[in-house]
């Protein structure tokens, strides 16, 4: 007996050899380990981790400081982890915002709803729409219009046939929307008029909430133009006399589309002030070396948001949106992937690894860093992104805002079979070979209302021809809730899925070939 138990140890051990030769040491992953680290990122004391905040400096600076400890590579500004990105807060004036029209004067709420952008000047009048160009669709509002110097007065919304799958291509080319075609075409502001049931449920105190805080990228001179919303004692003013009725551009995506100039008589004054102040948040930029001389030029990219969304002041009890699954999990899921290929045999390519901020804002944080990318983006070969993968549905759970969230051994694959026929090989032949999970693939059709593609930070390196996989645990009742909190997390489905995309990232990077793109996105 003692001769046989010697023999099936030796025989673990060898099965266990040939799992690290193969997947690297995804051993390294533990339920243990990924808690100790969420514990911490989404605990109170990070407020929310808001972009900008404290909160978010600090989880920022947890997340470098270990990857200092384990000898990870810097890759942000200067030599640092941290990559530095300016952030414009731009807080409307609220007590001398000012529109005039026919001896008229509007303040905040009587007359502007909501303004985006400075502006003063006074401008004649253009009806554009709904404000969209649809190039598939036939559908371009300015078509005979010279908008230049001008105000264009558009319908909130998309026109009746548009939805947002059909705002895909290049922008400015194949599609556009109100505030980018007035930069584009010389108008000075765009006047936003709301549907029927906006504006009968129209409310004074709505206008309080222009005057609150909004971040915006300072990526030097505006490329919108100023925006506004108007209310409908100001908007019937303007439709006075006109070709059109107030009645018909109140009928939503139904409101007609053709464009016109208003009366030459008739002009609208605009005092739009803002109160201008920069801050700052930061990206976390690493790598890993790879082990071979010619392939470690070359990245597999692991990313995760750390943002989330603060704190609201408003509630009574708990104010804080931890943001345990979104996205801590992630998070912690690369932070430790990263320990694993620290600790552990390298593969033969280099990683890349970034903790992004500003993704609930607007994607902010992968769009800077794929418009002033700290490596060289064509030696990027794959981006693997996790944004909440820490969540299960238990068995038997029939809560409708849980009708889409996947079991203990299932995520959603997103973007897999998009771009790269390879990439999706790849997925699939690891699944198989190690953990063997559930994947779905509900959100790559291209007919799914969610467009869920479009909405995490793997879209901004899909752009730039970067095949992705985005993994996903779905939407739950505790999304964007204050309820998002560490003890609701299934660690170890999280240790299998990050497990799994550690071994997705190995095999990649070990590739002999890079997976070939060869099914170019169509946006």
């Known amino acids: 007996m003692k001769g046989i138990a010697f023999a099936l140890l030796c025989f673990a051990g060898v099965a266990a050899a040939t799992a690290e030769t193969k997947f690297g040491g995804f051993q390294g992953i533990t339920p243990q380990r990924l808690k100790a680290h969420l514990e911490f990122v ?38 640092t982890f941290f990559q ?7 807080t409307l004036d609220a007590t001398h915002v000012e529109a005039e029209f026919a001896g008229r004067h509007f303040g905040l709420g009587d007359g502007v709803r909501s303004a985006s952008l400075p502006y003063a000047g006074t401008a004649s009048l253009v009806y554009a729409g709904h404000g969209y160009m649809v190039k598939k ?77 909004e971040l915006t990228q300072d990526n ?21 006399a006109e070709s059109i009725t107030p009645d018909d551009v109140l009928k939503g995506p139904n409101a ?24 700052y948040a930061r990206n976390v930029v690493a790598t890993v070396p790879g082990s071979d001389q010619k392939l470690r030029s070359e990245y597999v990219a692991f990313g995760a948001h750390i943002d989330h969304l603060g704190m609201d002041a408003s509630r009574t009890g708990d104010k804080i949106f931890n943001g345990a699954d979104d996205d801590g999990s992630g998070t912690v899921s690369i932070l430790e992937i990263a320990h694993a290929l620290l600790t552990g045999p390298r593969p033969k390519r280099s990683s890349l690894f970034v903790w992004h901020i500003g993704e609930e804002k607007g994607l902010w944080g992968s769009a800077f860093f794929t418009e002033h990318p700290t490596v060289n ?26 009708a889409v969230l996947t079991g203990a051994r299932e ?63 779905g939407v739950h009742e505790d999304y964007h809730e204050v309820t998002d909190e560490v003890p609701k997390i299934d660690f170890e489905k999280m240790s299998q899925v990050a497990r799994t995309v550690f071994a997705t990232g190995w095999t990649l990077s070990n590739a002999p070939k890079r997976p070939r793109v060869d099914k170019p996105l169509k946006e």
């Open 42 to 79: 989404a605990s109170d004391e990070m407020e929310g981790r808001d972009t900008p905040s404290r909160g978010l400096d600090i989880a920022t600076l947890y997340v470098a400081t270990q990857l200092k400890l384990w000898g990870a590579t810097p890759a942000g500004d200067n030599g």
């Open 84 to 90: 530095r990105i300016a952030l414009v807060k731009k």
């Open 137 to 213: 669709k036939g559908i371009n509002p300015y078509a005979g219009l010279d908008v230049r110097g001008k105000i264009l007065v558009v319908v909130s919304g998309l026109p009746a046939g548009v939805s947002g799958a059909d705002l895909n291509g290049v922008e400015g080319v194949d599609y556009s929307y109100p505030t980018l075609m007035a930069r584009k075409l010389g108008a000075v502001a765009v006047a936003v008029i709301v549907d029927k049931n906006t504006a009968d449920s129209w409310k004074p105190e709505d206008a309080a909430r222009a005057g609150e805080m």
């Open 220 to 240: 030097g001179p505006d490329r919108l133009a100023p925006g506004i919303v108007i209310g409908p004692e100001l908007m019937h003013l303007l439709f006075a």
């Open 256 to 279: 007609p589309e053709k464009g016109f100039d208003f009366s030459p008589r008739k002009t609208l004054r605009l005092n739009l002030p803002f109160v201008i102040e920069k801050h």
């Open 377 to 402: 983006l064509k030696n990027v070969v794959a981006q693997l992104n996790i944004d909440m993968i820490g969540r299960s549905r238990p068995v038997g759970d029939k809560k409708p805002p849980n």
């Open 411 to 473: 995520i959603y694959v997103v973007g897999s079979t998009k771009m790269s026929t390879d990439l999706q090989r790849t997925s699939e032949t690891v699944n198989k070979n190690f953990l063997k999970l559930k994947f779905n693939y509900k959100y790559d059709d291209p007919k799914d209302p969610e467009q869920i593609f479009y909405r995490s930070d793997h879209y901004n390196y899909a752009h730039k021809g970067i095949p992705i996989i985005f993994y996903f645990d």
